[in-house]
């Protein structure tokens, strides 16, 4: 007899697979007889079930045709509901999850091989990763009526690491930082994490392409000839820069910088060193809309508000020839400085917007200011300098300092300090938002600084043009300075005719630059 089987007195057996989904009647001849067997009784087979406990899913059709059978035959007579399977829980991770991916370029474009890869990087605020939660599946009935109850299924816990937050009940992994996200499969559970440093073995060539990053980098070898790293936070170069373009959000250190442009503090630490002539030239405007709008109410006062009005123009030359004579100058400050920094700036929104607010502050201040139509035109550019003024500012609440052993034809700047700590630089300009320290020789080039500077030895024996440009509360302190090395002390200029050793340069009470020697070692 078969497993699971029962036998019945008119030759047949009852059959229940595993699982006690089916049900089956086996219907044979009897064992030796003569002549065909007694048939089945319905009522026989019902009992039959009814005593094995078979209630459930019984097909009574199929049940009368196993009754009638005259031969052997098998027939279902139940079938139990199997149970629907549910869904186990699954983590979608919303990020590639390779380090660098390449970038293919589109139809037959030539391929840059410096854009050739991207590192993966998200920025805060990045949903990074999605729980979907398990969902349970529908128990189903056995043929005794019991619920058979579906496959488990499997929990997945999705989990916030370092620089990522849950959002959304726990369903969401959100990045609170920038920087390069990974996520660990363990056992049961999915950790996301933002890593906010990068650390590259070698050096940023052809091979690796350039390096662009939300976080903090290590470069652990060179930045090699026309290659360009970017990073949001900090970075540390262990070797020389060459011939390249970095630029960090935060404070950072490298080797050597040659013939390298390397800005810290982002783009607008390159446009600062604009802020205090910036800040001087929106008062005088401000002045001179006054003297404008003073006018407008004694001529409209006498019956002459509209000829005067028509004839803005001439007042504003009258009083740039006069009272306000100093304009026109500072304008030229303004219009020199926004080219200096221009070359830092370039391709940004913020080279645009310099460039045009210096033409139109030379136009309508310097060159045709017969031609203003309107004190609205003044007011204008008032506005226009005090919305860069505020830019400005709001950015000096992120300093970042930036130190390198040695420069050669390179542009360093930073919103804060930069030091230059080994041989010193050569044909190279600094700026600087805060101080500036070269341990060692600066000859050729200029240092723009927001604080006190300090330079071992500035310029040559052979007068190489070197120059200091710093604000009028700051000093400059020199090791040594050669004949022809400048140094301007807000609007104050100081001209080295003879060499001299120790020297500390400031403006006095009186505003007047004033010099202090101090006895030191000969060099």
Same mark, same amino acid.
């Given at each position: 007899m078969a497993e699971g089987a029962t036998k019945g007195a008119g030759n047949f057996e009852i059959v229940v697979d595993p699982g006690a989904l089916t049900c089956r009647v086996r219907v044979f001849p009897g064992g030796g007889g003569e002549g065909p067997p007694p048939p089945l009784s319905l009522e026989e087979l019902a009992r039959a079930l009814s005593a094995r406990g078979i209630t459930w899913g019984i097909d009574w059709d199929a049940v009368r045709q196993a009754a009638a059978a005259t031969g052997e035959e098998e027939v279902v007579v139940a079938r139990g509901k199997p149970p629907s399977p549910g869904e186990d829980a699954r983590v979608e991770v919303l990020f590639p999850e390779e380090e660098r991916i390449e970038v293919l370029p589109e139809g037959s474009e030539a391929v840059d091989f410096r854009e050739r890869f991207?590192?993966?990087?998200?920025?805060?605020?990045?949903?990074?990763?999605?729980?979907?939660?398990?969902?349970?599946?529908?128990?189903?009935?056995?043929?005794?009526?019991?619920?058979?109850?579906?496959?488990?299924?499997?929990?997945?816990?999705?989990?916030?690491?370092?620089?990522v937050e849950l959002a959304e009940g726990g369903l969401e992994a959100v990045a609170a930082a920038g920087g390069r996200p990974v996520a660990v499969r363990r056992r049961g559970m999915v950790r996301v994490d933002v890593l906010p440093s990068l650390t590259h073995l070698g050096d940023v060539d052809m091979a690796s392409g350039n390096i662009v990053f939300d976080g903090d980098a290590h470069i652990l070898g060179d930045v090699r000839e026309g290659m360009r790293v970017s990073v949001g936070g900090r970075l540390t170069v262990a070797g020389s820069v060459d011939r390249a373009v970095v630029s960090a959000a935060a404070s950072s250190r490298l080797g050597n910088a040659i013939g390298s442009s390397v800005v810290v503090g982002g783009e607008k630490a390159a446009a600062r060193a604009l802020l205090p002539i910036a800040e001087k030239l929106h008062q005088k405007l401000?002045?001179?809309?006054?003297?404008?709008?003073?006018?407008?109410?004694?001529?409209?006062?006498?019956?002459?508000?509209?000829?005067?009005?028509?004839?803005?123009?001439?007042?504003?030359?009258?009083?740039?020839?006069?009272?306000?004579?100093?304009?026109?100058?500072?304008?030229?400050?303004?219009?020199?400085? $926004?080219?200096?920094?221009?070359?830092?700036?370039?391709? @940004? %929104? *913020?080279? !645009?917007?310099? =460039?045009?607010?210096?033409? /139109?502050?030379?136009?309508?201040?310097?060159?045709?200011?017969?031609?203003?139509?309107?004190?609205?035109?003044?007011?204008?550019?008032?506005?226009?300098?005090?919305?860069?003024?505020?830019?400005?500012?709001?950015?000096?609440?992120?300093? $970042?300092?930036?130190?390198?052993?040695?420069?050669?034809? @390179? %542009? *360093?700047? !930073?919103?804060? =300090?930069?030091?230059?700590? /080994?041989?010193?630089?050569?044909?190279?300009?600094?700026?600087?938002?805060?101080?500036?320290?070269?341990?060692?020789?600066?000859?050729?080039?200029?240092?723009?600084?927001?604080?006190?500077?300090?330079?071992?030895?500035?310029?040559?024996? $052979?007068?190489?043009?070197?120059?200091?440009?710093t604000v009028p509360k700051s000093s400059v302190t020199l090791g040594l300075a050669w004949e022809n090395a400048e140094v301007w002390l807000g609007p104050k200029r100081y001209r080295f005719s003879v060499s001299e050793r120790q020297v500390k340069l400031y403006l006095n009470r009186e505003g007047i630059v004033d010099k202090v020697t101090r006895p030191g070692p000969r060099r």
């Open positions: 991207r590192l993966v990087t998200v920025s805060p605020g990045a949903v990074l990763a999605r729980l979907h939660p398990a969902c349970p599946g529908t128990p189903g009935t056995d043929v005794y009526g019991r619920p058979v109850p579906p496959p488990r299924v499997r929990e997945l816990k999705l989990l916030a690491g370092r620089g401000s002045d001179l809309s006054l003297a404008l709008s003073q006018l407008e109410k004694a001529h409209a006062a006498i019956g002459q508000g509209e000829l005067f009005s028509r004839s803005i123009g001439a007042a504003l030359r009258l009083l740039l020839e006069g009272r306000f004579s100093a304009i026109p100058a500072l304008v030229g400050e303004f219009r020199d400085a $926004a080219a200096r920094v221009a070359s830092a700036l370039k391709g @940004s %929104r *913020l080279e !645009a917007k310099l =460039a045009a607010l210096a033409d /139109g502050l030379e136009r309508a201040l310097v060159t045709m200011p017969m031609q203003v139509a309107g004190k609205g035109e003044l007011d204008r550019l008032v506005g226009l300098l005090g919305d860069l003024i505020a830019d400005l500012l709001a950015s000096q609440g992120s300093r $970042a300092d930036l130190e390198v052993a040695y420069a050669i034809h @390179s %542009r *360093l700047i !930073a919103s804060g =300090a930069v030091k230059v700590s /080994g041989a010193g630089c050569y044909n190279s300009t600094v700026q600087a938002g805060g101080e500036v320290h070269v341990s060692g020789v600066f000859r050729g080039g200029e240092i723009q600084a927001g604080g006190d500077v300090y330079v071992g030895e500035l310029g040559s024996p $052979a007068g190489s043009p070197t120059l200091v440009r």
